[in-house]
């Protein structure tokens, strides 16, 4: 089992950025695949970017590519989504994910974070 907690969400004008994190305890961080998701107010919660175990591989979704980086730290149990580039449609509550097998199906999901984004 394994329990996440996100930091750093807040506000943030149009074009600016951000970085939210994600704090892991419990099992041995290395062992899952880390991913961050997201849900708007009315919208399904989507896939906005994954990293896999030992950090070798990122996915990300179409909407976030060449805008957003997520990477992982290790030795911190940590892992980051660092977000440049914001537009008002990333406004969403941030999620943090590990999964065992596939990071598009979590086990485990933090609390979230307020991620918005002004015009």
């Known amino acids: 089992q394994v329990q996440l907690v996100e930091s750093g969400g807040g506000l943030v004008q149009a074009g600016g950025s951000l970085r939210v994190s994600c704090t892991a305890s419990g099992r041995t961080f290395s062992a899952w695949h880390m991913g961050w998701f997201r849900q708007a107010p009315g919208k399904e919660r989507e896939f906005v970017a994954g990293i896999n175990k030992n950090g070798a591989s990122t996915y990300y979704a179409d909407s976030v590519k060449g805008r957003f980086t997520i990477s992982r730290d290790n030795a911190k149990n940590t892992v980051y989504l660092q977000m440049n580039s914001l537009k008002p449609e990333d406004t969403a509550v941030y999620f943090c994910?590990?999964?065992?097998?596939?990071?598009?199906?979590?086990?485990?999901w933090g609390q979230g974070t307020q991620v918005t984004v002004s015009s």
């Open positions: 994910a590990a999964a065992i097998l596939v990071v598009t199906k979590p086990n485990y």
